[in-house]
Every structure is written in structure tokens, then in C-alpha cells.
């Protein structure tokens, strides 16, 4: 009688974390999403199946970091014009490790220097139109853009 109960609670739990696992996949595949953000929309459901299906997903490659990273990038770079201080923070703010970011940029620094400075260009072009000079290096300045990047548009 003991065993049976014992099963039928080994079951129970099996079926939970599959409605689990289910779940992640879903808010996954909808769009890719960092470790951080898996374990908050989840933070309500038990820490132990959680965990397992967070290391099983990193297993299977449907979570990791170092490729949201590169996704990240690569699209900021064809849609976005961000310093790389804001493309920074963005990464923190999604929860990655600060040493896979510096890993990640320190590996990749002239690309992501080059795409700054071109930023820095397509800002100061659209915005000399209507504001000064000094006016447009004062916002580049505030958004994190480095003085290199700012004079490329003198």
C-alpha cells in the first residue's frame, strides 16, 4: 500500500514538472529569453522542479546565455542605434553575468567599436536637422557614447 502511494506521488510530480517544462518552452520559443528571466516568470512554481527543468533546457541548449548575448547584439546592430554603455546595460538588466558580457565584448571590441561610432553618425545626421551641434554631442554624451565615437561626425 506504501509503494503505491509512493508511486502515485513519483507520477504526480513527474506530470508537474513536464507542465513545466511545457510552460518554459512555450515563453522560450515565443522569444529567446536569459536564464534570469525564465527563473522570475517562474519564480511561483517549485524551486527543486524549476531548477531541473532550467538545467535540462541549458542542456539542451534552449536556454544560454552566451547565445542570448550574440542574438542580442547582432540585432542591435541591424536595428538599433545604442553606445556600447547601453547595450551594456541592457545585458545586465536581462540578468547575464557581467563576466560573460566582458567576455563577449572584449572578444568582439573593434565590431562593437565600429557599430558605435556608425550609431553615433546615424544620430548626429537625424538629429542635426533640428538641434545644434553641441546639443547632439551633449546627448550622445549622455547616453554613454564614448568622445571617439561623438567627433566621427565633425
Do not use: Q
Not at 509512493?6 to 518554459?24: G, I, N, P
Not at 567576455?103 to 550609431?119: A, G, I, Q, R
Request: net charge neutral; aromatic share 10%; glycine share 2%.
Amino acid at each position: 500500500m506504501i509503494e503505491k502511494f509512493a508511486d502515485e506521488e513519483k507520477l504526480e510530480m513527474l506530470e508537474k514538472r513536464e507542465k513545466l517544462k511545457t510552460k518554459v518552452l512555450k515563453y522560450i520559443m515565443f522569444k529567446k529569453r536569459t536564464e534570469k528571466e525564465v527563473r522570475e516568470k517562474f519564480a511561483n512554481e517549485e524551486e527543486e522542479s524549476l531548477e531541473e527543468v532550467i538545467e535540462i533546457l541549458k542542456d539542451l541548449g534552449y536556454i544560454n546565455d552566451v547565445d542570448y548575448i550574440d542574438r542580442f547584439i547582432n540585432e542591435a546592430i541591424n536595428i538599433k542605434n545604442l553606445s556600447l554603455y547601453e547595450l551594456r546595460y541592457k545585458l545586465y538588466s536581462k540578468g547575464i553575468s557581467k563576466d560573460l558580457i566582458e567576455n563577449y565584448f572584449s572578444s568582439n571590441y573593434e565590431t562593437l567599436v565600429d557599430y558605435e561610432k556608425k550609431s553615433a553618425l546615424n544620430i548626429i545626421n537625424k538629429k542635426k536637422k533640428s538641434m545644434e551641434i553641441e546639443d547632439i554631442k551633449l546627448y550622445l554624451r549622455k547616453k554613454g557614447y564614448k568622445e571617439e565615437s561623438i567627433r566621427i561626425g565633425e
